[in-house]
Nanobody
Framework: QVQLVESGGGLVQPGGSLRLSCATSGNIFTIYGMSWYRQAPGKQRELVAAITSNGFTNYADSVKGRFTISRDDAKNMLYLEMKTLKPEDTAEYYC???????????????WGQGTQVTVSK
């Protein structure tokens, strides 16, 4: 079984910062791309940031310059550093990882359960 567990969410004032973490565990052979998504009430889930196994990153326009995605492959961890948070960043944040469980097997997408980020005075 593969598990992804997010942590680090919470309530923060506008302009504040948070660091989200995603711990990946289980019978993992290789982790390929990893990413953060978010979903606000009444809205579709959207990609926030992604990072390849080679460390290449891309970001949604709305978070460029404010959020930084990183990974620690030795620990099977994914991070999202969020700065200058805005009320419109309020959402449930989910991590996703493309994982293969055995040599030569195709990777599948695995999701965490989410962590709530609320930006409010």
């Amino acid at each position: 079984q593969v598990q992804l567990v997010e942590s680090g969410g919470g309530l923060v004032q506008p302009g504040g910062s948070l660091r989200l973490s995603c711990a990946t565990s289980g019978n993992i052979f290789t982790i390929y791309g990893m990413s953060w998504y978010r979903q606000a009430p009444g809205k579709q889930r959207e990609l926030v940031a992604a990072i390849t196994s080679n460390g290449f990153t891309n970001y949604a326009d709305s978070v460029k310059g404010r959020f930084t995605i990183s990974r620690d492959d030795a620990k099977n961890m994914l991070y999202l550093e969020m700065k200058t948070l805005k009320p419109e960043d309020t959402a449930e944040y989910y991590c996703k990882a493309e994982i293969s469980l055995a040599p030569y097997s195709d990777p599948s997408d695995y999701w965490g359960q989410g962590t709530q980020v609320t930006v409010s005075k």
